[in-house]
C-alpha cells in the first residue's frame, strides 16, 4: 500500500537534525485516505530559541514541549505502518532526512521501500501548466484546494494527496514491492520477472527532459541515448551541472559530454576567480589549472588558491606529474579603475551641507550608493503594515542588508543583483558581497539581469549609520563623559583611550577618517593604523568604538578569568 509522507525538522547548531513534527497517510490507487498518522516531537532542548521556525507552524510550544521523543515518535509511526507499505516523499530533501533520523535512532536503514514522487510527477504531468514549485503553488496554479497554512505535516500530506489525485497522476508509476506469495520462492520470483505478465511502468515522454537518471541502473542517460529505457523509472534533468553536483555516473556512450560540462564549469570558476592554483577537496596536492589529473574530478570538489605560499601554509605539496611553480603566479586582476576626472561629491542633503573633503574610491561610492538604497528600502518596508510570515521578514532583512550586492534563493543554481525582477517570487535567500563569492558557491549569472564583478561591496557601510548635521567636538565631548573614557583635543584630531586602544578621528574630514591603535597586542605602542571603514557622522564613529573595545574588554576578562587560578583555592 502507499503512504504519503512528510516530516517537519531543522538543522540546530552542530549540525543535528531536530525532528519537529510528521504525518502519514494511506491512500488506495484513486488517491483517497484510508487512514491517517501524525505526531508532534519533544525538541532536543526545550530550552532553545527556535520556536520562530517555520518548522514549529501550527502548535504551540507547550504541544511541542508535552509531545513524545523521537524514538517513541518512530517506534509508534513504524507499529502503524504495514510491511509491504511504500513510503512515497515529495522532495528528495525529506527522504533523506527521514533516513537519517532512522540511521541515528536505531543505526539502520529505513526498513521499507521509499520513492520520491516528485520527479516522477514531473515527468508525467500532461497540464500544460508549470511543473516547478511548492505543493502548495503547484495545486494553486491548477485550482486544487489545499490546507491554506504551510509547514505543517498534517496540511503537506492533505496537500500532497490532493494533488496526485487533482492531477490524476496514476499510482501504477510508482513501482510496489511484491507481495510474500510472490517473493516465497526465489525461482518463481525469477520466472515472473522474465514472463510477459510483468506490467512495466508506462512509457515516459522523453522531451520534456534534456538528460534522464535510470534509477534501478544508476545511470545517466541524453534523452536520445540508445541504451535509455523508456519504461524504467526515470528521473529528469536540464543540465549536466546539476548531474554532476549530485555525482551521477553517466552512461558510456554520454561520458564524453558528460566530462565536458564538468571542465566547462571548472574552467568558468577558474577564469573567474583567477586562480593559478588548484586542489581537490581532502586532498594534500595542488595542481596547475590545467593538470590531467584533474580532468574526471567533479568540479565541486575543487578548490583553488591565487598565490603559490597560502598552498605551502595550508601544507600541501606540489604535484609531481604538472609541477606548479611560483613563477606562474598572477596577481589578481583590480576590478576599479580609479576616475580622477570624478568629483569628490556624494548625495548631498537638500541644503548642501553633507560634502565630502576628499576623493572616495569607486568601492566607496559603491558602498555609499547600497547604503541609501537599502535605508529606503527597508523604510519602506516599516511603513507597509503588512502582516508578514518569519520566513518574509527574514528575506526582506536578507535583501536590504548593505553588505550584500547579489542574492539567491533556495533550490536555484543563479544569482541576481538587487533590481531583478526574478527575486521578486523567490524565497530563502542568501546574500553575497563579492562576484566570486556567489561563483565559488557553485552559482551561475542570471542571464537576465547579467550580475559582474563591478558591482562588489569591498566596504560595507552599516545601516544604522546617517550622515548627521551639527556635529562637534563637542558632541564627542559628551558621548566620552558618558562613557567614561579619556579624552582629548589637539586640532584638527581627536583622542579617545579606552582600557584596550587609543582612537585618533579627525574631525575635520567627511566621511570620518579614524586611526587605532591595539594596546591589547602592543600595550606600549604609538603607532596608528588607519581603519578600513567607512563612518559617516561623528556620533556612529564613537559608537563604533565603544562597541569594539566593550567586545575587547569583556574578552580579556574571560581570558584571565581562565588563566588565573582561583583565589579562595
Same mark, same amino acid.
Given at each position: 500500500m502507499?503512504?504519503?509522507?512528510?516530516?517537519?525538522?531543522l538543522m540546530?547548531?552542530?549540525?543535528?537534525?531536530?525532528?519537529?513534527?510528521?504525518?502519514?497517510?494511506?491512500?488506495?490507487?484513486?488517491?483517497?485516505?484510508?487512514?491517517?498518522f501524525?505526531?508532534?516531537?519533544l525538541?532536543?532542548?526545550?530550552?532553545?530559541?527556535?520556536?520562530?521556525?517555520?518548522?514549529?507552524?501550527?502548535?504551540?510550544?507547550?504541544?511541542?514541549?508535552?509531545?513524545?521523543?523521537?524514538?517513541?515518535?518512530?517506534?509508534?509511526l513504524?507499529?502503524?505502518?504495514?510491511?509491504?507499505?511504500?513510503?512515497?516523499?515529495?522532495t528528495?530533501?525529506?527522504?533523506? =532526512?527521514?533516513?537519517?533520523l532512522?540511521?541515528?535512532l536505531?543505526?539502520?536503514?529505513?526498513?521499507?521501500?521509499?520513492?520520491?514522487?516528485?520527479?516522477?510527477?514531473?515527468?508525467?504531468?500532461?497540464?500544460?501548466?508549470?511543473?516547478?514549485?511548492?505543493?502548495?503553488?503547484?495545486?494553486?496554479?491548477?485550482?486544487?484546494?489545499? +490546507?491554506?497554512?504551510?509547514?505543517v505535516?498534517?496540511?503537506?500530506?492533505?496537500?500532497?494527496?490532493?494533488?496526485?489525485?487533482?492531477?490524476a497522476f496514476?499510482?501504477?508509476?510508482?513501482?510496489?514491492?511484491?507481495?510474500?506469495?510472490?517473493?516465497?520462492?526465489?525461482?518463481?520470483?525469477?520466472?515472473?520477472?522474465?514472463?510477459?505478465?510483468?506490467?512495466?511502468?508506462?512509457?515516459?515522454?522523453?522531451?520534456?527532459?534534456?538528460?534522464?537518471?535510470?534509477?534501478?541502473?544508476?545511470?545517466?542517460?541524453?534523452?536520445?541515448?540508445?541504451l535509455?529505457? +523508456?519504461?524504467?523509472?526515470?528521473?529528469?534533468?536540464?543540465? !549536466?551541472?546539476?548531474?554532476?553536483?549530485?555525482?551521477?555516473?553517466?552512461?558510456?556512450?554520454?561520458?564524453?559530454?558528460?566530462?565536458?560540462?564538468?571542465?566547462? =564549469?571548472?574552467?568558468?570558476?577558474?577564469?573567474?576567480?583567477?586562480?593559478?592554483?588548484?586542489?581537490?577537496?581532502a586532498?594534500?596536492?595542488?595542481?596547475?589549472?590545467?593538470?590531467?589529473?584533474?580532468?574526471q574530478?567533479?568540479?565541486?570538489?575543487?578548490?583553488?588558491?591565487?598565490?603559490?605560499?597560502?598552498?605551502?601554509?595550508?601544507g600541501?605539496?606540489?604535484?609531481?606529474?604538472?609541477?606548479?611553480?611560483?613563477?606562474?603566479?598572477?596577481?589578481?586582476?583590480?576590478?576599479?579603475?580609479?576616475?580622477?576626472?570624478?568629483?569628490?561629491?556624494?548625495?548631498?542633503?537638500?541644503?548642501?551641507?553633507?560634502v565630502?573633503?576628499?576623493?572616495?574610491s569607486?568601492?566607496?561610492?559603491?558602498a555609499?550608493?547600497?547604503?541609501?538604497?537599502?535605508?529606503?528600502?527597508?523604510?519602506?518596508?516599516?511603513?507597509?503594515?503588512?502582516p508578514?510570515?518569519?520566513?518574509?521578514?527574514?528575506?526582506?532583512?536578507?535583501?536590504?542588508?548593505?553588505?550584500?550586492?547579489?542574492?539567491?534563493?533556495?533550490?536555484y543554481?543563479?544569482?541576481?543583483?538587487?533590481?531583478?525582477?526574478?527575486?521578486?517570487?523567490?524565497?530563502?535567500?542568501?546574500?553575497? =558581497?563579492?562576484y566570486?563569492?556567489?561563483?565559488?558557491?557553485?552559482?551561475?549569472?542570471?542571464?537576465?539581469?547579467?550580475?559582474? =564583478?563591478?558591482?562588489?561591496?569591498?566596504?560595507?557601510?552599516?545601516?544604522?549609520?546617517?550622515?548627521?548635521?551639527g556635529?562637534?567636538?563637542?558632541?564627542?565631548d559628551?558621548?566620552?563623559?558618558?562613557a567614561?573614557?579619556?579624552?582629548? !583635543?589637539?586640532?584638527?584630531?581627536y583622542?579617545?583611550?579606552?582600557?584596550?586602544?587609543?582612537?585618533?578621528?579627525?574631525?575635520?574630514?567627511?566621511p570620518?577618517?579614524?586611526?587605532?591603535?591595539?594596546?591589547?597586542?602592543?600595550?606600549?605602542?604609538?603607532?596608528?593604523?588607519?581603519?578600513?571603514?567607512?563612518?559617516?557622522?561623528?556620533?556612529?564613529?564613537?559608537?563604533?568604538?565603544?562597541?569594539?573595545?566593550?567586545?575587547?574588554?569583556?574578552?580579556?576578562?574571560?581570558?584571565?578569568?581562565?588563566?588565573? +587560578?582561583?583565589?579562595?583555592?
Amino acid at each position: 500500500m502507499l503512504v504519503l509522507m512528510d516530516l517537519e525538522w531543522l538543522m540546530i547548531k552542530g549540525g543535528r537534525l531536530c525532528p519537529t513534527q510528521t504525518a502519514a497517510m494511506h491512500v488506495d490507487d484513486n488517491w483517497n485516505c484510508i487512514d491517517r498518522f501524525d505526531s508532534l516531537f519533544l525538541p532536543l532542548s526545550v530550552t532553545q530559541d527556535y520556536w520562530h521556525h517555520d518548522a514549529y507552524s501550527g502548535a504551540k510550544p507547550e504541544d511541542f514541549k508535552n509531545a513524545p521523543s523521537a524514538f517513541s515518535v518512530m517506534k509508534k509511526l513504524f507499529k502503524w505502518l504495514n510491511e509491504d507499505d511504500v513510503l512515497c516523499w515529495w522532495t528528495e530533501k525529506n527522504e533523506t =532526512a527521514f533516513r537519517n533520523l532512522v540511521m541515528y535512532l536505531w543505526k539502520r536503514e529505513v526498513p521499507r521501500s521509499m520513492c520520491v514522487v516528485y520527479p516522477l510527477w514531473q515527468m508525467h504531468v500532461t497540464d500544460g501548466l508549470s511543473c516547478k514549485g511548492t505543493l502548495y503553488s503547484l495545486a494553486g496554479e491548477r485550482g486544487i484546494s489545499v +490546507p491554506s497554512v504551510q509547514h505543517v505535516s498534517v496540511n503537506n500530506v492533505e496537500a500532497f494527496r490532493a494533488l496526485l489525485q487533482g492531477t490524476a497522476f496514476p499510482s501504477s508509476f510508482i513501482r510496489k514491492p511484491m507481495s510474500a506469495e510472490e517473493t516465497s520462492d526465489e525461482a518463481e520470483y525469477k520466472k515472473t520477472q522474465s514472463t510477459s505478465e510483468a506490467i512495466p511502468l508506462p512509457a515516459v515522454d522523453l522531451t520534456k527532459f534534456s538528460l534522464y537518471y535510470d534509477v534501478d541502473k544508476a545511470t545517466l542517460h541524453r534523452n536520445d541515448c540508445p541504451l535509455l529505457d +523508456p519504461a524504467a523509472q526515470l528521473e529528469g534533468f536540464d543540465d !549536466f551541472r546539476i548531474c554532476i553536483q549530485r555525482k551521477l555516473i553517466p552512461c558510456q556512450c554520454c561520458s564524453k559530454e558528460y566530462w565536458k560540462a564538468n571542465r566547462e =564549469a571548472y574552467q568558468h570558476i577558474v577564469s573567474t576567480c583567477g586562480f593559478n592554483y588548484v586542489y581537490q577537496t581532502a586532498e594534500t596536492v595542488f595542481h596547475r589549472p590545467n593538470c590531467v589529473s584533474l580532468e574526471q574530478i567533479p568540479y565541486t570538489d575543487v578548490l583553488g588558491e591565487v598565490y603559490y605560499a597560502k598552498c605551502l601554509k595550508k601544507g600541501m605539496k606540489p604535484c609531481e606529474l604538472c609541477k606548479p611553480t611560483i613563477k606562474q603566479q598572477v596577481g589578481p586582476k583590480h576590478v576599479y579603475a580609479q576616475d580622477p576626472q570624478k568629483r569628490a561629491q556624494f548625495n548631498q542633503n537638500a541644503d548642501d551641507t553633507w560634502v565630502t573633503t576628499r576623493k572616495l574610491s569607486k568601492g566607496e561610492m559603491t558602498a555609499l550608493t547600497r547604503h541609501q538604497e537599502a535605508r529606503n528600502e527597508r523604510a519602506a518596508l516599516e511603513q507597509s503594515g503588512q502582516p508578514k510570515s518569519y520566513t518574509e521578514l527574514r528575506d526582506e532583512h536578507t535583501l536590504t542588508q548593505t553588505r550584500y550586492a547579489f542574492w539567491s534563493a533556495k533550490g536555484y543554481q543563479t544569482f541576481h543583483t538587487r533590481n531583478c525582477g526574478k527575486l521578486q517570487n523567490m524565497n530563502e535567500l542568501r546574500g553575497f =558581497a563579492k562576484y566570486n563569492d556567489a561563483v565559488r558557491a557553485g552559482l551561475t549569472p542570471c542571464k537576465l539581469c547579467k550580475p559582474s =564583478a563591478k558591482a562588489d561591496i569591498n566596504i560595507s557601510v552599516p545601516i544604522y549609520q546617517n550622515m548627521r548635521k551639527g556635529e562637534s567636538r563637542h558632541t564627542l565631548d559628551r558621548l566620552c563623559k558618558a562613557a567614561k573614557f579619556k579624552h582629548h !583635543f589637539e586640532s584638527p584630531n581627536y583622542y579617545i583611550e579606552t582600557p584596550v586602544g587609543k582612537w585618533r578621528i579627525n574631525i575635520n574630514t567627511c566621511p570620518v577618517d579614524v586611526h587605532h591603535a591595539n594596546l591589547v597586542k602592543e600595550p606600549h605602542t604609538q603607532a596608528f593604523h588607519k581603519q578600513s571603514r567607512l563612518f559617516l557622522s561623528l556620533t556612529d564613529t564613537f559608537e563604533y568604538i565603544r562597541r569594539h573595545d566593550t567586545d575587547l574588554i569583556k574578552e580579556q576578562s574571560k581570558i584571565r578569568e581562565v588563566s588565573e +587560578p582561583n583565589k579562595n583555592e
